[in-house]
């Protein structure tokens, strides 16, 4: 096999698992799309679609994970971030109370693993946790079972559009634009839930 042929889509791999690590910090990183392209890259040359899904979701946790922990340290970036933006820091703040007030599981579960699909929910989320004086544990395992749903999802809708459509350009598009119409369609449901609503007032 060509070696530029394994390189290539390699190379996608690691832009896009970077991109969703990172995109806990910085949400407006494309992560959702450059997933999609890396499917497209590897489904091309016969590549797992199983091993990429695995990837992005340890990649998704890890993010996670480290943005909690760096809020729970106080870290001065985090900090100054949300003294940059008051509408963010109150978002935070009523994450906050729905995690730690009367929340059931099943709901806290809701709230966790929907933050994937809402733009800068995983943001808020894990900053909102990260400043929690609560032991994250349960944060953690719920994140665990979103980072698994949300790569199943991003993964399937690329593979899926790559064996619809003939060209690689139009599985791309239509991918990408099907993603933003979820997403989309998500943020919507979620203005409407009052419990849910905390992940997109103010962000």
């Known amino acids: 096999m060509d070696a530029n042929a394994v390189i290539g889509p390699a190379w996608y791999c690691g832009l896009a698992l970077a991109a969703v690590l990172g995109d806990a910090f910085l949400p407006f990183l494309p992560s959702g799309t450059l997933v999609i392209l890396a499917v497209l890259k590897t489904g091309q040359m016969g590549g797992s679609p199983l091993l990429l899904a695995v990837g992005v979701a340890i990649a998704s946790f890890l993010g996670d994970l480290l943005l909690l922990n760096l809020a729970r340290r106080g870290a001065p970036a985090v900090h100054r971030r949300l003294e940059r933006r008051p509408r ?3 978002s935070v703040e009523r994450v906050q109370l ?3 007030g009367r929340t059931t599981s ?3 579960a809701a709230i966790v693993i929907i933050a994937r699909f809402v733009p800068a929910g995983r943001t808020v989320l894990d900053v909102a946790v990260g400043h929690s004086p609560n032991r994250p544990w349960t944060f953690l395992r719920w994140s665990a079972v979103a980072a698994v749903v949300w ?3 991003i993964v399937s809708l690329g593979w899926l559009n ?3 459509f003939d060209t690689a350009w139009l599985s ?5 634009l099907a993603a933003t119409a979820i997403s989309s369609a998500v943020v919507q449901v979620v203005r409407r839930r009052r419990r849910l609503s905390v992940l997109v007032e103010g962000v």
């Open 88 to 90: 963010l820091a109150a």
């Open 172 to 176: 791309f598009a239509i991918s990408c």
């Open 106 to 108: 099943r709901a806290a």
């Open 162 to 164: 790559l064996h619809w």
């Open 98 to 100: 729905a995690l730690t």
């Open 151 to 153: 790569a199943t999802y």
